[in-house]
């Protein structure tokens, strides 16, 4: 692997664990709560990281233009068909991890991202732009890309997803994030061009966002409740 890959994994993985360190700097130098530090952190950190890493890959981007990769409106079709194949793909996980594991829908991790960015709304960036540019440039072009040229694709999209699962935190939803990855790295194969699966990964975050940004937690929970009466019809339990 290139030594730039590693840097860029590095770069990502100071950028995630930083706030445990600057948070409490942040909190002990100004006169801000300890929530508003690691939100202030969280969101430098991540622009920062974004720099830092486009800057690492520009050898990467003259490399890509000599790419055998399928013309600009064949992959902006992909781009839109890729948000309903990840989309179908996330809801029938979801529904499968009823079904056999008994976990119940709903991420953690997404109520708390929301809860942030109601109090700061311009944290919105990080999950809508930022955090989907730099996933899908680790888990997708340098991960699954150097285990695709060792490998075969379902085992190295698998390999890139559980990793990416665990990154988030939420190892019981690895079939979401699976399926997620699988639709990511396809698109990514597909196309040759990670922008396409940046795009999608970066859309479905966005209108997550949006949707759930003016929702109640009672909202959340009876569209939870609804997911859950359609997988007591669909298995029949």
Excluded: C
């Excluded at 974004?50 to 800057?55: G, S, Y």
């Excluded at 997404?110 to 311009?122: E, V, W």
């Excluded at 694709?153 to 390999?159: D, E, G, H």
């Amino acid at each position: 692997m290139p030594k730039r890959y590693w840097w860029v994994i590095i770069s990502y993985l100071i950028m995630q664990f930083s706030v445990f360190l600057m948070a409490p700097l942040l909190y002990w130098l100004l006169p801000i709560s300890v929530g508003q530090a690691s939100t202030y952190w969280s969101i430098t950190s991540f622009i920062l990281g974004l720099i830092v890493v486009i800057l690492l890959l520009r050898p990467d981007m003259k490399m890509t233009r000599s790419l055998e990769a399928p013309p600009v409106s064949v992959a902006v079709a992909w781009s839109i068909i890729g948000v309903f194949m990840a989309y179908a793909a996330q809801f029938i996980a979801a529904i499968l991890e009823m079904a056999i594991f008994g976990i119940q829908p709903g991420s953690e991790n997404t109520q708390d991202i929301m809860g942030i960015a109601r109090a700061t709304p311009l944290f919105i960036l990080i999950p809508a732009i930022i955090a989907p540019v730099l996933e899908e440039i680790i888990f997708r072009k340098i991960i699954f890309g150097q285990l695709y040229t060792r490998t075969n694709f379902f085992i190295a999209a698998l390999i890139s997803a559980f990793i990416f699962g665990i990154i988030h935190g939420e190892p019981q939803h690895i079939l979401i994030y699976g399926s997620m990855g699988l639709v990511f790295a396809f698109l990514y194969v597909k196309t040759k061009r990670i922008l396409v699966p940046i795009f999608v990964h970066a859309a479905m975050n966005t209108i997550v966002v949006l949707l759930q940004y003016n929702l109640t937690p009672e909202d959340i929970e009876r569209m939870e409740r609804q997911l859950q009466e359609m997988q007591t019809i669909l298995f029949g339990i």
